[in-house]
Each structure stands twice: as C-alpha cells, then as structure tokens.
C-alpha cells in the first residue's frame, strides 16, 4: 500500500464486524477464525489493529504496520495522522448491533419511500455512518456525529450523486425525524 492512500471504508467496515464477532464468538476456534480473517485483510492493506480501552469505551484502531514494531506504535514513524483510523466498538444505550442496523435500515426506508431516490440514497449512507462507526440509531446522532458524516463521511465514502449533494442536510433532519417517529 502507497504512503499517501487511506484504508479504504469497506475495509475498514470489515475489520469493525470482524472485530465485534471476535468479541461475541461463544468459542475460541469461532474466535481464532475472525482474528486470523480480520489481521489477513488488515495486513493486505499494510495495517495492524489494536483495541484501546478508556472511560468512553472501547475503540478499534488500525495503524499502519510502518508504525508498529513489537507490538508498540513508533511514535517518531508518525508522519500523517490521518491514516491511522478509529471507530467505537462501545454504541451508546446498550443497542445491540443488528437491533440497531435493522431499526437504521427501515428508516432509511421509510426516508426513501417517503421522499424519493436521493434523500434515500443519503439517508441510507447516513444509516451506514452511524451504524458502523457508532453502533448508534440514526435520531441518536450528536450534532459533532452529523457535522462528520456531512464534512467527512458522505463526500468521500457515499458516492453521491449532485442530486444527492444537494439535499444532504435536509436528508439528515428527515432522517431524525423518521427516525424518531419509528422509535416510537
């Protein structure tokens, strides 16, 4: 992998799912099984993961292997910070993932059917967002966690179309509120 290129999303989505089954597998061949998957295409990309533990939770991190030796990040190898990349293994309210992932999907459903193709579209990326990076029911997104994907997440990892691009924000806000209405 060049210097300049990021760890592409979809990899990184992998080696989040992989790491919660690691979590969740009832036995230690289960879990053998998705470490050894998820470092295998972690290391196809020139990275290695780590989980960190602190008060807030814990987070996935993937560093790239040029920053690593014995198992300790080398600080002075550091010279682009945003390569290194980390997501949240801890949702916020005790969702389980698949709870959270099938309520984000009928809204982003009710979003499109309700206000057709792009907003769906958008709001379906949003779904993505929130649901792999905060384990997290789309109405439950910080302003910080909508600023991201609006600024980060959705102009890189989503595609859009300029139908799309136009109408993001206003997707956002149907998002929550749809989602508010299917929480109820």
């Known amino acids: 992998m060049a210097d300049d290129e990021s760890l592409p999303e979809e990899i990184v989505t992998r080696a989040l799912t992989l790491t919660r089954r690691i979590r969740e597998a009832v036995d230690d061949g289960e879990r053998a099984a998705y470490r050894e998957e998820r470092d295998d295409l972690l290391a196809d990309h ?15 991190v993937l560093y790239p292997e040029e920053w690593v030796e014995d198992g300790v990040v080398q600080v002075d190898r550091i010279e682009d910070v945003d390569r290194g990349v980390e997501r949240s293994l801890s949702g916020v309210g005790g969702d389980d993932w698949a709870a959270v992932e099938t309520h984000n999907r009928a809204v982003a459903e009710r979003v499109a059917a309700e206000h057709g193709d792009a907003h769906g579209a958008n709001a379906h990326a949003f779904a993505d967002f929130m649901g792999n990076h905060y384990r997290k029911r789309v109405e439950t997104a910080t302003p910080a966690e909508r600023a991201e994907f609006l600024e980060e997440y959705f102009p890189r990892n989503a595609w859009p179309t300029d139908d799309q691009r136009a109408v993001v924000e206003r997707s956002v806000e149907l998002v929550r509120t749809a989602g508010r209405r299917e929480a109820e």
């Open 46 to 60: 020139g990275y290695v993961p780590r989980v960190r533990e602190d008060d807030a939770g814990e987070t996935l």
